[in-house]
């Protein structure tokens, strides 16, 4: 084992039962630590009270527990919350989370993850994108928001729902995204259902099917934002690399399982992709395909030319989606006056920074 510390927090059960064995200790001991990590979310090798203290003492001094400091809270007049953690080498990500009631009226809450600090996709509508890419999340860094945000629920709440939606492309971060969402979901981590968890990506379509197959269960999000290619291409750049046909073609091939749908995303933005035209050859895009389409009016922040669509517009869009056969849902946006909601995550700290703003990319 080597001299420095190793970071506990990102290990699965298997690499903590490796870890223990040579350590001398027997397999369970490492099942327990998963526990006290995951389930319990524990700070201090004290409070792992069923391992023995002298093992306890030989762990403080071979491996580390840390958790995500909190930098900044922001709360939205909606009760959605938004988290800027500082990570161990001082990069900043942030994570929202957001009330959602169900139908029978019970508040739940979900919780919005980021898997890279900044991105390089590139996104033109994306606030994130404008910082660029600065450098992966470990698995550890990704399930650390889910535990510290754990932290800061009252008494009697949990996380309900967790969707991979935030700063980055999950799928450019695949071995981290892939391992912290089987952490996550994993029985002994007390976490969440399978069901209740979904990934978004913005269309690495070379990456489906390897993502579908590595945590089967989990929901798929692909983002589409346009309904033809040169619309497309300019609003996400990795259209060029796979475009509509392609990425659809994939999608059609993944194997999904009986109940489940792929969710489409479409930001929509006013004069760019929100007519009648482009509703109907969306609808004739998705043709056949088991899916959802979940349209997201764009949230604005300054300093970029797009423009939200009226809520008429948003309506008659998805009015032509559903009688065209194809599911529609409209996103309430949540936390837009603090900057929270979807396309709008960042760290302010490297937007301020050269030439942020000047990146944008208009149509
Ligand atoms: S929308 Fe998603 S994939 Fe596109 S730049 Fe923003 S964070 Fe990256």
């Known amino acids: 084992m080597s001299a420095r510390p190793v970071g506990l927090l990102g290990m699965d059960e298997e690499e903590l039962v490796s870890l223990c064995g040579e350590m001398g200790e027997p397999p369970y001991r490492g099942r327990q630590i998963f526990s006290w990590l995951y389930a319990h979310g524990v ?13 306890r003492a030989k762990l403080g001094e071979a491996a580390r527990l840390e958790a995500l400091e909190l930098d900044r809270e922001s709360k939205s007049t909606d009760g959605t919350e938004k988290y800027l953690w500082r990570l161990r080498d001082g990069a900043r990500v942030e994570s929202v989370r957001i009330p959602m009631r169900n139908v029978s009226g019970v508040m739940r809450w979900s919780l919005c993850v980021s898997t890279q600090v900044g991105c390089a996709m590139g996104c033109a509508f ?14 550890g860094e990704i399930v650390g928001q ?10 009697g709440e949990r996380l309900h729902n967790v969707v991979f939606m935030g700063m980055g492309e999950p799928l450019d971060n695949f071995d981290a995204t892939v391992k912290a969402v089987k952490i996550l979901t994993h029985p002994q981590a007390n976490g969440v259902s399978p069901r209740r968890l979904t990934v978004s990506t913005v269309g690495v379509a070379s990456r489906l099917k390897r993502f579908v197959s590595a945590v089967p269960g989990v929901g798929l999000a692909v983002s589409l934002h346009a309904a033809d290619d040169e619309t497309r291409g300019k609003l996400v750049p ?24 792929i969710t489409f995303e479409y930001v929509m933005l006013r004069g760019v992709n929100d007519t009648k035209t482009d509703a109907k050859k969306l609808s004739r895009l998705l043709e056949g395909l088991k899916c959802k389409v979940n349209l997201i009016p764009w949230n604005p922040f300054p300093g970029t030319p797009f423009e939200r669509p009226d809520d008429g517009r948003v309506e008659e869009f998805r009015r032509i989606l559903l009688a065209a056969g194809v599911v529609a849902t409209t996103r309430t946006p949540k936390g837009s006056d603090i900057l929270a909601a979807c396309g709008q995550l960042a760290d302010a700290g490297r937007l301020s920074g050269r030439n942020a703003l000047k990146q944008l990319n208009p149509l």
């Open 146 to 155: 889910f535990l510290a945000a754990r932290d800061l629920l009252a008494p």
């Open 126 to 139: 994306c606030l994130t994108a404008k910082m660029g890419f600065v450098r992966q999340l470990t698995a």
């Open 43 to 55: 700070s201090k090798f004290s409070q792992m009270t069923n391992i023995p203290k002298g093992f």
């Open 238 to 261: 990795v259209n060029r690399k796979w475009n509509l046909r392609a990425l659809l073609d994939e999608c059609r091939e993944l194997p999904m399982g009986e109940r489940r749908r």
